[in-house]
């Protein structure tokens, strides 16, 4: 629409009371953990959608459905939820969980969490939960590289062992999240290599507080960078904050910051997600952001 502002989503946030140990895991101890104080900040950023990720620390897909439900609801529709389910409780599980999703129409994706839980995303168990995203024409999102949990175990969540189910599953879109960090050219390969495997951008960035930090960015920097050129295009790389762990401000311009067409950076920071995600399909979120 002429005059418009180009949309931006953010495809990784957090907002959970399931979320481990919030004061020392969120960028500011004091930090509005609320859908409003989200949207404020989302708002403030100049960010229209977002998809809020469910944590495997919750104790059952009907409770984290719930929740999800009512952060969608009180955020007027720019909140959509990412639902998860833990693998290593057994294939009974997976299946509660598809039963539980198959009863929502609004799921924006599904998120598996490789590296916090021993599993890698070609175990054998996923076949009836990447049939279900094939299904309903889903992305899986997954979790890549570093752990937020020290007892995780890094071997489980490398990108190129994404690269198998993305063969196998060529109708499903997978987003390798972080970027791989620290595997980003790997996960560059996998990105240029599968034409449904995408990128974010997500929880790449320590707290402004944290020493280095400016050097941080601009190392990071070159690195996307670096990534976008062996890729050859921006069109499978997606903005994500990882909030509450990144500021969304911070997060945004680390995209805005890269040395690339305006283009693309629109791209990255919004078009790519919407057409992934299919978010003009879907009802227009309310106006306000109460």
Known sequence: MAGRPPIRVDTHLHLTRWWPDLPHTAYRPDLDYTTAGLLREMDAAGIERGLVIQVHEAPNAADALEESRSIREAS???????VTVDPTRGPETIDRA??????????????????????????PRL???????????????????????RKGLVKFARPIEVDEVAVRYPDVAFVLCHFGNPWIEEAAELVYK???????????LAPPSAPYFERMVEQCRARLLSAIVSIGSADRVLYGSDWPLEELRVAVGLVDGLELPPEDRRRILGANAARLF?????????????
């Open 194 to 204: 599968d034409e449904n495997v995408y990128a974010d951008t997500s929880g790449l």
């Open 278 to 290: 299919r978010l003009a399909s879907r009802a227009a979120p309310a106006s306000g952001s109460s």
């Open 98 to 123: 598809i039963a539980q999703w198959e009863e929502d129409p609004g799921l924006a994706g599904i998120k598996l969490f490789p590296g916090y839980l021993p599993f890698y995303p070609h175990d």
């Open 127 to 149: 076949a009836p939960l990447y049939e279900f995203a094939h299904r309903r024409g889903l992305p899986v999102l997954i979790h890549q590289g570093d752990t937020l949990d």
């Open 76 to 82: 007027g529709g720019r909140l959509l939820p990412v």
